[in-house]
């Protein structure tokens, strides 16, 4: 995709901290983190949102699951713990529409779900 910010990382047209990538997906950390560990993982494929996840690449959707533990484990965080969030359109904040995992770790992240 000609104009999307990720493609553009996945294509190293723009720099990013790439800390793992093999051929499925890219993980890079985010340029404005909100923990010590906060890194965003999205596949090499340019799926906008997860409202575009099907038959077709969830298997693809599943690997950025795997990358996010190994992210996490490398950091040194998978046993004391981390989030894993996925934003979908306006109402959730998603600002990029290139599907990406934000991978947040390295302190207590409080609780999530408020009512
Ligand atoms: P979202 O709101 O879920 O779409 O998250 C987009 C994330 O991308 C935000 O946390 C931004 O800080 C992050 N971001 C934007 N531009 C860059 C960039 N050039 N490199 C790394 N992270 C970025
Ligand atoms: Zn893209």
Redesign the pocket.
Known sequence: MADC?FCK?IGKE?P?EIVFEDDRAVA?????P?APL?V?VVPREHIPTTNEVDDSNCALVGHIFEVAAQVARKAGFAESGYRC???TNRD??????HV?M?VLGGKRLGPMLSR
């Open positions: 910010l990382i723009i990013a890079f950390k985010d340029i404005h909100i906060h965003l969030i996925l934003n959730a904040g998603q600002e990029v529409f990406h934000h």
